[in-house]
Protein backbone atom coordinates (compact mmCIF):
# COMPACT_ATOMS: atom_id res chain seq x y z
CA UNK A 1 0.00 0.00 0.00
CA UNK A 2 1.20 3.52 -1.16
CA UNK A 3 1.91 5.57 2.11
CA UNK A 4 0.83 8.91 0.97
CA UNK A 5 -1.93 7.56 -1.54
CA UNK A 6 -4.82 10.20 -0.62
CA UNK A 7 -7.60 8.44 1.54
CA UNK A 8 -10.49 9.55 -0.58
CA UNK A 9 -14.51 10.07 0.63
CA UNK A 10 -17.67 11.44 -0.28
CA UNK A 11 -20.01 11.35 2.74
CA UNK A 12 -23.44 12.66 3.80
CA UNK A 13 -26.38 12.25 6.36
CA UNK A 14 -27.69 9.54 4.19
CA UNK A 15 -27.78 9.53 0.62
CA UNK A 16 -27.52 12.77 -0.25
CA UNK A 17 -26.96 12.34 -3.63
CA UNK A 18 -24.37 10.58 -3.44
CA UNK A 19 -25.71 7.67 -5.72
CA UNK A 20 -25.89 9.96 -8.13
CA UNK A 21 -21.72 11.11 -7.83
CA UNK A 22 -21.38 7.45 -7.83
CA UNK A 23 -23.18 7.49 -10.96
CA UNK A 24 -21.13 10.82 -12.37
CA UNK A 25 -17.96 9.36 -11.12
CA UNK A 26 -18.27 6.14 -13.48
CA UNK A 27 -19.51 7.78 -16.14
CA UNK A 28 -17.01 10.67 -16.80
CA UNK A 29 -13.89 8.86 -15.03
CA UNK A 30 -13.89 5.26 -16.06
CA UNK A 31 -10.36 4.47 -14.83
CA UNK A 32 -11.74 5.38 -11.27
CA UNK A 33 -12.73 3.26 -8.99
CA UNK A 34 -15.78 4.59 -6.84
CA UNK A 35 -18.00 2.41 -4.22
CA UNK A 36 -21.06 3.39 -2.91
CA UNK A 37 -21.93 1.92 0.68
CA UNK A 38 -19.32 -1.02 0.16
CA UNK A 39 -19.78 -4.22 2.25
CA UNK A 40 -19.55 -4.49 5.27
CA UNK A 41 -20.19 -0.82 6.42
CA UNK A 42 -23.57 -1.48 7.29
CA UNK A 43 -21.91 -3.62 10.53
CA UNK A 44 -19.20 -0.12 10.95
CA UNK A 45 -22.63 1.94 11.01
CA UNK A 46 -23.77 -0.35 13.82
CA UNK A 47 -20.38 -0.51 15.85
CA UNK A 48 -19.71 3.25 15.44
CA UNK A 49 -23.32 3.75 16.87
CA UNK A 50 -23.04 0.74 19.61
CA UNK A 51 -19.55 2.38 20.87
CA UNK A 52 -20.47 5.60 20.59
CA UNK A 53 -24.16 5.34 22.67
CA UNK A 54 -22.74 2.87 25.25
CA UNK A 55 -19.04 2.89 25.37
CA UNK A 56 -18.42 -0.61 24.25
CA UNK A 57 -15.90 -2.13 21.94
CA UNK A 58 -14.03 0.75 21.33
CA UNK A 59 -10.76 -1.04 20.70
CA UNK A 60 -13.04 -3.83 17.88
CA UNK A 61 -14.80 -0.37 16.18
CA UNK A 62 -11.22 0.54 15.80
CA UNK A 63 -9.65 -2.27 14.17
CA UNK A 64 -12.96 -3.21 12.27
CA UNK A 65 -12.58 0.70 10.58
CA UNK A 66 -8.64 0.38 10.00
CA UNK A 67 -9.69 -3.43 8.33
CA UNK A 68 -12.33 -1.76 6.14
CA UNK A 69 -10.09 1.13 4.97
CA UNK A 70 -7.28 -0.84 4.22
CA UNK A 71 -9.10 -3.84 2.40
CA UNK A 72 -10.81 -0.62 0.27
CA UNK A 73 -8.32 1.79 0.07
CA UNK A 74 -5.04 -0.09 -1.72
CA UNK A 75 -2.66 0.83 -3.80
CA UNK A 76 -4.47 0.02 -7.49
CA UNK A 77 -5.74 3.12 -8.93
CA UNK A 78 -7.77 5.72 -7.73
CA UNK A 79 -10.74 4.18 -5.32
CA UNK A 80 -13.28 7.16 -3.83
CA UNK A 81 -15.52 5.29 -1.09
CA UNK A 82 -19.16 6.97 -1.20
CA UNK A 83 -20.48 5.48 2.29
CA UNK A 84 -22.97 7.78 4.31
CA UNK A 85 -22.94 4.58 6.75
CA UNK A 86 -19.37 5.96 8.02
CA UNK A 87 -21.15 9.27 9.83
CA UNK A 88 -20.53 7.22 13.77
CA UNK A 89 -16.71 6.35 13.07
CA UNK A 90 -15.37 9.75 11.26
CA UNK A 91 -13.16 9.90 14.05
CA UNK A 92 -11.66 6.75 12.92
CA UNK A 93 -11.02 7.81 9.26
CA UNK A 94 -7.60 10.26 9.34
CA UNK A 95 -4.78 8.86 9.81
CA UNK A 96 -0.73 9.97 10.25
CA UNK A 97 0.32 7.81 7.42
CA UNK A 98 -2.03 8.96 4.64
CA UNK A 99 -3.94 12.50 3.52
CA UNK A 100 -7.69 12.57 3.85
CA UNK A 101 -9.74 14.36 1.10
CA UNK A 102 -13.35 14.66 1.97
CA UNK A 103 -16.26 15.86 0.10
CA UNK A 104 -19.34 16.85 2.06
CA UNK A 105 -22.21 16.64 0.62
CA UNK A 106 -25.58 18.04 2.85
CA UNK A 107 -28.99 18.34 1.89
CA UNK A 108 -31.83 21.01 3.97
CA UNK A 109 -32.69 19.67 6.37
CA UNK A 110 -36.63 19.62 6.37
CA UNK A 111 -36.19 18.14 2.56
CA UNK A 112 -33.32 15.41 4.07
CA UNK A 113 -35.60 14.39 6.74
CA UNK A 114 -39.01 13.94 5.10
CA UNK A 115 -37.21 11.59 2.85
CA UNK A 116 -34.98 9.62 4.86
CA UNK A 117 -38.14 9.26 7.52
CA UNK A 118 -40.27 8.07 4.51
CA UNK A 119 -37.15 5.83 2.43
CA UNK A 120 -35.69 4.91 6.11
CA UNK A 121 -33.66 1.96 3.97
CA UNK A 122 -33.40 0.19 0.86
CA UNK A 123 -36.59 -1.95 0.08
CA UNK A 124 -34.95 -5.26 1.46
CA UNK A 125 -34.65 -3.41 4.79
CA UNK A 126 -37.11 -0.98 4.98
CA UNK A 127 -39.76 -3.05 6.66
CA UNK A 128 -37.40 -3.86 9.66
CA UNK A 129 -35.02 -1.26 10.30
CA UNK A 130 -36.85 0.45 12.67
CA UNK A 131 -36.64 -2.16 14.78
CA UNK A 132 -32.90 -3.55 14.57
CA UNK A 133 -31.05 -1.70 17.25
CA UNK A 134 -28.34 0.46 16.12
CA UNK A 135 -28.89 0.17 12.26
CA UNK A 136 -29.49 3.87 11.55
CA UNK A 137 -27.63 6.85 12.88
CA UNK A 138 -27.83 8.20 16.63
CA UNK A 139 -26.95 11.07 18.18
CA UNK A 140 -24.43 11.25 20.55
CA UNK A 141 -25.26 12.05 23.26
CA UNK A 142 -28.99 11.25 22.47
CA UNK A 143 -31.02 14.42 22.92
CA UNK A 144 -33.37 14.91 25.82
CA UNK A 145 -36.73 12.98 25.59
CA UNK A 146 -35.28 10.79 22.63
CA UNK A 147 -38.07 8.04 22.82
CA UNK A 148 -40.72 10.64 22.37
CA UNK A 149 -39.92 12.42 19.27
CA UNK A 150 -41.91 12.00 16.37
CA UNK A 151 -39.69 10.61 13.17
CA UNK A 152 -39.60 13.03 11.32
CA UNK A 153 -37.59 15.29 14.54
CA UNK A 154 -35.28 12.30 15.45
CA UNK A 155 -34.18 12.40 11.66
CA UNK A 156 -33.98 16.24 11.82
CA UNK A 157 -31.82 15.54 15.12
CA UNK A 158 -29.48 12.82 12.85
CA UNK A 159 -28.59 15.65 10.33
CA UNK A 160 -27.02 18.27 12.74
CA UNK A 161 -25.40 15.06 14.34
CA UNK A 162 -23.90 13.74 10.73
CA UNK A 163 -23.33 16.67 9.36
CA UNK A 164 -21.23 18.19 12.48
CA UNK A 165 -19.19 14.74 12.52
CA UNK A 166 -18.24 15.57 9.58
CA UNK A 167 -17.62 18.57 8.88
CA UNK A 168 -15.25 17.94 12.04
CA UNK A 169 -12.75 15.94 9.54
CA UNK A 170 -12.57 19.54 7.56
CA UNK A 171 -9.58 20.71 10.11
CA UNK A 172 -7.51 17.23 9.58
CA UNK A 173 -8.28 16.97 5.85
CA UNK A 174 -5.85 17.40 3.49
CA UNK A 175 -8.60 18.77 1.25
CA UNK A 176 -12.22 19.36 2.61
CA UNK A 177 -15.09 20.26 -0.18
CA UNK A 178 -18.95 21.26 1.23
CA UNK A 179 -21.24 20.83 -1.42
CA UNK A 180 -24.86 21.52 -1.52
CA UNK A 181 -27.22 18.88 -2.93
CA UNK A 182 -29.71 21.99 -4.35
CA UNK A 183 -26.75 23.20 -6.31
CA UNK A 184 -25.62 20.29 -8.16
CA UNK A 185 -28.93 19.50 -9.05
CA UNK A 186 -30.36 23.17 -9.78
CA UNK A 187 -30.99 24.23 -13.43
CA UNK A 188 -28.17 27.23 -12.97
CA UNK A 189 -25.32 25.35 -15.08
CA UNK A 190 -22.95 27.91 -13.75
CA UNK A 191 -23.87 26.71 -10.11
CA UNK A 192 -24.16 23.12 -11.05
CA UNK A 193 -21.01 23.41 -12.30
CA UNK A 194 -18.88 25.27 -9.56
CA UNK A 195 -20.28 22.79 -7.39
CA UNK A 196 -19.09 19.94 -9.23
CA UNK A 197 -15.81 21.88 -9.63
CA UNK A 198 -15.24 21.34 -6.26
CA UNK A 199 -16.03 17.82 -5.86
CA UNK A 200 -13.83 16.76 -8.59
CA UNK A 201 -11.06 19.53 -7.51
CA UNK A 202 -11.28 17.89 -3.52
CA UNK A 203 -11.49 14.34 -5.24
CA UNK A 204 -8.12 14.92 -7.34
CA UNK A 205 -9.71 14.63 -10.84
CA UNK A 206 -10.22 16.67 -13.51
CA UNK A 207 -13.62 18.21 -14.28
CA UNK A 208 -15.21 16.61 -17.61
CA UNK A 209 -15.45 19.16 -20.37
CA UNK A 210 -18.79 18.19 -21.15
CA UNK A 211 -21.41 16.89 -18.43
CA UNK A 212 -23.92 13.83 -19.74
CA UNK A 213 -27.58 15.47 -18.96
CA UNK A 214 -29.04 12.42 -19.07
CA UNK A 215 -27.68 11.26 -15.36
CA UNK A 216 -29.52 14.14 -14.02
CA UNK A 217 -32.94 13.53 -15.39
CA UNK A 218 -32.53 9.87 -13.69
CA UNK A 219 -33.71 9.22 -10.15
CA UNK A 220 -31.95 6.38 -8.05
CA UNK A 221 -33.69 4.70 -5.46
CA UNK A 222 -36.45 7.33 -5.07
CA UNK A 223 -38.24 7.37 -1.36
CA UNK A 224 -41.39 5.64 -1.58
CA UNK A 225 -44.41 7.99 -2.13
CA UNK A 226 -45.70 8.21 1.97
CA UNK A 227 -47.28 11.28 4.61
CA UNK A 228 -45.78 14.37 4.34
CA UNK A 229 -44.12 14.77 7.47
CA UNK A 230 -42.37 18.15 6.93
CA UNK A 231 -42.84 20.66 10.24
CA UNK A 232 -40.91 24.01 9.49
CA UNK A 233 -41.18 24.94 13.32
CA UNK A 234 -39.33 21.60 14.14
CA UNK A 235 -36.89 22.33 11.29
CA UNK A 236 -35.84 25.68 12.64
CA UNK A 237 -36.12 24.95 16.53
CA UNK A 238 -34.00 21.67 15.73
CA UNK A 239 -31.54 22.85 12.69
CA UNK A 240 -32.03 26.62 12.69
CA UNK A 241 -28.11 27.21 13.73
CA UNK A 242 -26.86 23.96 12.13
CA UNK A 243 -28.20 24.80 8.93
CA UNK A 244 -27.20 28.42 8.26
CA UNK A 245 -23.58 27.28 8.79
CA UNK A 246 -24.53 25.17 5.44
CA UNK A 247 -25.78 28.30 3.69
CA UNK A 248 -29.79 27.07 4.15
CA UNK A 249 -32.26 29.93 5.82
CA UNK A 250 -34.85 27.72 7.54
Request: hydrophobic share 40%; with cysteine; net charge positive.
Amino acid sequence: MSARQPLLYVLSAGRTGTVFLERLIHRHCPHVTAEHEPAPSRYLLMLGNLRNDTGLLPGFTRRFARWHQDRRHGEDGTYIEINPFLCPVTDLLARPDRPVRVVHMVRAPGEWAQSMTTFKASARYRHVIDYVPFAKPYPSPRPKGWRQLRPFEKALHRWNWCNTCIAGLAEEAERYALVRSEDVFTANDTVRNAALERVFAALGLDMPPDLDPALFQERVNPAPAGEDLRDVAAVREICGEHARRYGYDV
